[in-house]
């Protein structure tokens, strides 16, 4: 084991503070990284307020890990030291079930997440990137391309891979009209891959003033979605919906705006269920709500070097460690723009 710090929280009602932990040492399989910079997802804040339950404490978040190499295992051959890498919310699975072997491994029943999940190698809990150093399994390592800002990359890891995959698919290509749910730092990843897909993009938001940021990033239309008026203007016209907002609501709304066979997937996951949707408007047009988690690694490498190819990163706010308790109130009020990222180098 070697020493590490970070920030952590010890209860679901208490601010994150400095954290002092240990690490597992490289075993020949594993890659150490010197995290230079973490996102800060919602996520982080369902699981410090124990809102999906059975949260472990002291807890170290962050999954939107970017950092360089500084030692490799004996096994290890595919990084070296000093390569710019990545590490997203996935950490082990167990290598060999279907899910595993179709290069899905976040939907394994042995998927170990970053953060608030399980170690093997020290039968303890594990610890994630709000930190100055991990250590992780080769297969779970991303490559991260220099030609991009770092910081800017480290939402990719999920926010980018959340919405990316469920894009790939649902096939959404050429000409689909593509509604994105929600602002936010998985919302805005959205808008960005639907637009660089060639789909006419559609953002439903609670905050009209993001409609100006909405088209920037590649929305062709803005609907404020309290706006009933607006929304009826959409019925039954789109081919694929991606709802990303973290608290319950209506989904009727949504699904009616879907074509038939039209599909609206949730990536979003509230605290408390939404309230249940009208059968009515599924079976009159064959319509579908869906789920989609994360992305495997194979697809994860894939997005990673497709927005290397179209310098695609995240709209990001630099924060410093200690402003990390502030920044969860802000992304609450959905005032962030549009993901905040710590700059490891304020952890001293
Ligand atoms: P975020 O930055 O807070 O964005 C969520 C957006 O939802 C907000 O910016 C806001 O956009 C909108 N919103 C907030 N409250 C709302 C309400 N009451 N009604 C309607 N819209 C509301 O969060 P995020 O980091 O993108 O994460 C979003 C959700 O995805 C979280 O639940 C997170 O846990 C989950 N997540 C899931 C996966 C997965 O694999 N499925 C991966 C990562 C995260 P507007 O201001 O534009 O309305
Ligand atoms: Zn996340």
């Known amino acids: 084991m070697y020493k590490a710090i970070g920030y952590a929280a010890h209860t679901a009602t208490t601010p994150l503070v400095p954290f002092n932990f240990e690490r597992r040492e490289l075993t020949p399989n594993d890659v150490q990284i010197e995290i230079l910079y973490c996102g800060v997802c919602h996520s982080d804040i369902h699981q410090v307020r124990n809102e999906w339950g059975g949260s472990t404490f002291p807890m170290v978040p962050g999954h939107e890990i970017v950092g360089k190499v500084t ?87 999920c926010a980018g891979i959340t919405t990316y995959s469920p894009l790939m698919h649902w096939q959404v290509g050429n000409g689909d009209k593509v509604g994105v749910v929600g602002l936010g730092g998985l919302g805005h990843m959205a808008v960005k891959f639907a637009h660089a897909l060639g789909a006419h993009v559609v953002l439903f938001t609670t905050t009209p003033g993001k409609a100006d940021d909405a088209k920037r990033l590649g929305a062709d239309e803005v609907v404020i979605s309290k706006d009933p008026d607006a929304m ?87 924060i410093a460690i200690q402003q990390i308790n502030e920044a969860y109130e802000r992304v609450l009020r959905s005032d962030v723009k549009y993901r905040f990222v710590i700059d490891m180098a304020s952890l001293v």
């Open 232 to 318: 009826a203007q959409h019925l039954a016209s789109f081919d694929f919906i991606l709802n990303t907002v973290a608290a319950p609501h209506n989904l009727d709304a949504y699904t009616a705006l879907l074509k038939r066979d039209g599909t609206l997937c949730l990536v979003g996951v509230p605290e408390h269920p939404h309230p249940s949707p009208a059968v009515g408007n599924l079976i009159f047009k064959r319509r579908s709500i869906a789920g989609s988690l994360i992305g495997g690694l194979k697809e994860t490498q894939d997005m990673l070097d497709f927005c290397a190819e179209h310098n695609i990163t995240s709209d990001i706010e630099i």
């Open 71 to 157: 030692g490799i295992g004996s096994a290890v051959s595919a990084f070296k030291i000093g390569d710019s890498v990545g590490v997203g919310c996935l950490v082990d699975a167990c290598g060999d079930c279907p899910d595993c072997r179709d290069d899905l491994e976040q939907y394994c029943n042995g998927a170990v997440f970053t953060y608030n999940s399980y170690d093997r190698h020290t039968g303890g809990s594990n610890y994630g990137g709000y930190s100055n150093s991990i250590v992780v399994a080769q297969h779970f390592v991303l490559k991260v391309s220099d030609r991009l800002e770092l910081a800017a990359v480290a939402p990719l890891l």
